[in-house]
């Protein structure tokens, strides 16, 4: 089955592991995902926050481009942001008649057209409901058995789209407990990591955000975190020096992206997961699978 | 009852056409005032004004004072308001359009919008954004070197494993996305 595949800007460099990792993952499982030429920034939070139909405009380029590259295959991200924002365009568009006159006209300046035949995905959600359990668990070799996971998916996977209930999301739980992993029951999984309020003013209410997170996760016996978001991964992870110098604390809590812990079950090799990237290493706790 | 009827005229006539028509929107005649939206903001502790609380100061004409507010820019689209909202009111999306108008009119908060800025202008230049490089334009635009100086420890641990992101790559159709944004604007978009 192909798939147009949008990677998301940070994935270029600073969480590039995911990128590396759900490429690997897919592979193995036979997915293939081609990537959307020449794609642009989804523009995020801060683009829709000062403009809407530029924000729109932004994500139907990379719609158009998908639906020129790969016809008929649906869009999979690996962003939660990137997926709401390119979610909502494709819903907006389906929706409104005279945003999508509007859009149309700025996508054919480019020479582009968009016919609105995409479904934009989740990599996360493909795995879980296309994919399924049968089909992954065939393929573990290292069950990860032992291993307190915590799965924090955040909020925007499931809110506003509904691809998974959107108080309590499953998604990733069931993954994680598939490959074997020992899951920690965390209520916190869909809660929020404080998003783009950490690049801004109001980096302090995001760090308390992300130290609740940490310590929930820690107290519940978690001995590291699972993540299907780049910018969640961020928060969580970069943060935690400032989080432990704000709130006294010692917080060392490694993150992960589940398509690193997913791969690791498969037997994939440290350099395709891009193991050791981590601020937190996470090493000795997956030597045990690492053979 | 006729002075008071006078009275309520005369303070409705006093609005702004901008207050006037936001009284007419979904979000203002739907909203029930239960509070959930409030109840669920995991940030509006830190909030001017809570979510519920917005919706009344509109009710009551305080549009200027809801703009000038730092609550739109405390929102981190979490959307629990939205998903809980038992008037199904998009309320996510309505602190969206509060943002745009406060900036629209010069309202917002200082500094509320300048990493937003960053980012905008970043995007719209190379068509992909590169987190570091928007940090460090980011405390530039709020001359705070000291902000600057503080990202060094994390920068660093950052560089050793390759993940510093100096400069976005920039995409090959970045002249025809640009033809598109300038189309946009030209149609009227703020």
Redesign the interface.
């Known amino acids: 089955m192909a798939y147009s595949y949008y990677p998301g800007c940070t994935q270029e460099v600073s969480t590039k592991a995911y990128d590396h990792s759900s490429r690997a993952v897919a592979k193995a499982l036979g997915l293939e995902l081609v990537e959307i030429d020449d794609w642009n920034c989804c523009g995020s939070s801060p683009s829709y926050s000062l403009r809407d139909v530029a924000t729109y405009a932004l994500n139907a380029r990379n719609l158009a481009l998908a639906e020129r590259g790969v016809p008929g295959g649906d869009v999979v991200t690996i962003c939660n942001g990137c997926f709401g924002m390119m979610d909502k365009t494709n819903r907006r568009l389906a929706e409104d008649a005279d945003l999508r006159r509007e859009i149309d006209e700025a996508l054919a300046v480019a020479d582009l057209q968009y016919r609105g035949t995409l479904t934009v995905r989740h990599l996360l959600d493909i795995l879980v409901k296309d994919v399924g359990r049968e089909a992954i668990e065939q393929k573990v070799t290292h069950p990860l058995e032992g291993l307190k996971v915590a799965g924090y998916l955040g909020c925007a996977f499931s809110r506003p789209s509904g691809i998974d209930d959107m108080e309590f999301p499953t998604a990733l739980d069931d993954l994680l407990a598939w490959i074997g992993a020992d899951v920690v029951d965390y209520p916190l999984r869909a809660a929020c990591c404080g998003g783009v309020l950490m690049m801004g003013e109001q980096q302090d209410v995001a760090l308390k955000l992300v130290h609740t997170l940490l310590a929930e996760a820690v107290r519940r016996g978690a001995t590291c975190l699972a993540t299907a978001c780049p910018l969640c991964h961020l928060n969580v992870e970069a943060y935690q020096g400032q989080v432990n110098s704000r709130f006294g604390t010692d917080l060392s809590l490694p993150v992960l992206f589940f398509s690193q812990l997913l791969g690791v079950s498969m037997g994939l090799g440290t350099e395709e997961l891009g193991l050791g990237e981590e601020l937190v290493s996470a090493k000795a706790l997956l030597a045990p699978f690492m053979t | 009852m006729s002075t008071r009827t006078k009275e309520v005229t005369s303070r409705e006539a006093g609005l702004s056409p901008e207050a006037e028509a936001i009284l007419h929107r979904p979000e203002v005649l739907e909203c029930i005032q239960c509070g959930t939206c409030s109840a669920s903001c995991?940030?509006a502790y830190?909030m001017d004004y809570t979510p519920r609380q917005i919706i009344a100061a509109l009710r009551a004409g305080q549009l200027e004072k809801v703009l000038r507010s730092?609550t739109p820019?405390?929102c981190?689209?979490?959307?629990?308001c939205?998903?809980r909202c038992p008037a199904g009111i998009?309320f996510?999306d309505f602190m969206?359009d509060l943002?745009?108008m406060a900036?629209q009119r010069n309202l917002n908060p200082r500094?509320?919008?300048?990493?937003?800025?960053a980012?905008?202008s970043t995007?719209d230049r190379h068509?992909?954004?590169?987190?570091?490089e928007?940090?460090i334009r980011?405390y530039l635009s709020r001359f705070n070197p000291l902000g600057l100086l503080k990202l060094l420890?994390?920068g660093l641990?950052?560089l050793v494993?390759?993940?510093?992101?100096l400069l976005?790559?920039t995409?090959?159709?970045r002249a025809?996305?640009g033809?598109?944004?300038d189309?946009?604007?030209q149609?009227g978009?703020?």
């Open positions: 995991p940030t830190a730092n820019w405390l981190a689209s979490c959307y629990y939205t998903v998009q996510t969206y943002k745009r900036l500094g509320s919008a300048e990493f937003y800025k980012t905008v995007v068509g992909r954004s590169a987190e570091m928007l940090m980011y420890p994390f641990k950052m494993r390759g993940r510093l992101p976005p790559h995409i090959k159709g025809d996305l033809k598109m944004l189309h946009i604007a149609e978009e703020a």
